[in-house]
């Protein structure tokens, strides 16, 4: 069975620059698209970024494009997500996930019924 632990969130400010990692046990990343979602309370999870299993391919969400950049490292088998310029709407829980069925295209890779295994979350407060 796959875990997934998310790491690099906290308390930061408005403006800084945080990694979140993903790693995982018990399977490889490798052979999966993987994905960044985020959720605030009250509200459903939301799709954040995605890469293909070989890196060759991401996709965001509209509200992170361009402060935002997931990458992956088969190696060491983690996944991270780099954060720019945050303000406080981009305070969440944020999870990592597995995409386990679906095409490889954009709207699947956001479609958060295409993962089936998700981490704990780890939790984002920007401060303003």
């Known amino acids: 069975q796959v875990q997934l632990v998310e790491s690099g969130g906290g308390l930061v400010q408005t403006g800084d620059s945080p990694i979140l990692s993903c790693a995982a046990s018990?399977?490889?990343?490798?052979?999966?698209?993987v994905g960044w979602f985020r959720q605030v309370p009250g509200a459903r999870r939301a799709f954040v970024a995605a890469i293909t299993s070989t890196g060759d391919t991401t996709t965001y969400a509209d509200s992170v494009k361009g402060r935002f950049t997931i990458s992956r490292d088969n190696a060491k088998n983690t996944v991270s997500l780099q954060m720019h310029s945050l303000t406080p709407d981009d305070t969440a829980v944020y999870y990592c996930?597995?995409?386990?069925?679906?095409?490889?295209?954009?709207?699947?890779?956001?479609?958060?019924?295409?993962?089936?295994?998700w981490g704990q979350g780890t939790q984002v407060t920007v401060s303003s």
């Open positions: 018990g399977r490889t990343l490798s052979r999966y698209t």
């Open positions: 996930a597995l995409k386990t069925v679906g095409l490889l295209i954009p709207q699947a890779m956001a479609d958060r019924e295409n993962y089936n295994y």
